[in-house]
């Protein structure tokens, strides 16, 4: 039998990280994977969960999703309803943490950053997630502070995903899993949790801040460059939604290029840059504008103030 996944606080980020597991376990019980190929984290797509040796163990067979409103409650019940599968069977709760927690093995902690110290303090909540795996996917909150409110026996590991994956196109950052005798089974059933909703990586916390800048904000970034593209091609006479498309797919088409091939991004400039072509003279406009200096500074900027916010608030 798979484990219980607990989702507390089981908001945007909760519903599309619980959306995409039952989703990938639905395709992989279709499609019958049976083994996962070589440096998946590099080269799949991200929208089927490998399926591993402990098939059994690192897959959850049962969810239970917590909320603190009914109204909350009913929406998720419809939703989940509406997956079909396994979605069916998803617990709605309100208010019942506790419990649901002590009936889990592995807890996805998706609350608003500021409510976690509540959540996590609620009275009995130590004792149920002692010897548990507590995965926390709050911004600014790290494993030391989640450590702190927790007993030493509950497994602390600390995940980034971005908001593309609603779409399970996500890119998320999981902290270095920290050794323990069930060390390669925790990773395994975070590695499927995450993979389900697209791409994830497995990097020390001392990255995160970077990893906020990047593929945190990354999407805001992108969407700056998308909009710029898209409002140069209307001013050379295209219709605004035509331009838009053509834009969005390109950029879309182009990274999955980059990640399905490994091939670097000079290497597919270099080869659609032709002698005293349109091409080379876009990207010397480009060079013109420092373009390419601007958007390396702003991922430094916005790490920098990555890593102020999890400090405490000077008075």
């Known amino acids: 039998m798979g484990y219980t996944l607990c989702i507390l606080g089981c908001g945007t980020m909760g519903i599309a990280v619980t959306s995409g597991v039952i989703a990938s376990l639905g395709s992989s019980a279709a499609s019958g994977v049976r083994h996962a190929p070589e440096k998946w984290e590099s080269h799949t797509p991200g929208t089927i969960t490998p399926a591993v040796q402990h098939a059994d163990e690192s897959q959850p067979s049962r969810f239970i999703a917590c909320v603190s409103r009914h ?23 309100v208010g019942d943490n506790v419990r649901a927690v002590q009936e889990s093995q592995v807890v996805l902690l998706c609350c608003k950053p500021q409510l976690a110290h509540i959540i996590l303090g609620e009275q009995g909540m130590k004792e149920a997630l002692n010897q548990k795996l507590l995965v926390s996917i709050l911004a600014g909150v790290t494993s030391q502070q989640l450590s702190e409110m927790v007993n030493p026996g509950t497994r602390v590991v600390r995940a ?29 059933i975070i590695l499927n949790i995450f993979s ?44 605004r939604a035509e331009a838009l498309e053509l834009a969005a797919q390109t950029l879309q088409g182009t990274a999955r290029m ?24 876009g990207l010397l406009a480009m060079e013109d504008g420092r373009v390419r200096s ?8 916005a790490t920098e103030r990555a890593s102020e916010l999890g400090k405490p608030v000077r008075q």
Do not use: W, Y
């Open 294 to 301: 601007t958007i390396a500074r702003a991922i430094q900027i």
């Open 196 to 239: 389900s909703i697209g791409r994830c990586r497995f990097l020390d916390e001392k990255h995160f801040d970077a990893c906020t800048a990047l593929s945190g904000s990354g999407p805001a970034f992108a969407c700056i460059f998308l909009e710029a593209m898209a409002d140069g091609g209307v001013m050379m006479g295209l219709p």
């Open 71 to 93: 109204e909350s409650a009913t929406r998720l019940r419809g939703l989940f309803f509406s997956l079909g599968g396994l979605g069916a069977s998803v617990e709605v709760r």
């Open 258 to 281: 980059t990640l399905q091939t490994n091939t670097h991004p000079a290497q597919l400039k270099d080869a659609v840059t032709t002698p005293g072509g349109c091409t080379i003279a």
């Open 160 to 188: 980034m995903p971005n908001t593309p994956c609603k779409i399970r196109e996500g890119m998320t950052v999981v902290q270095s899993i920290p050794d323990s005798p069930t060390q390669e089974l925790d990773r395994q």
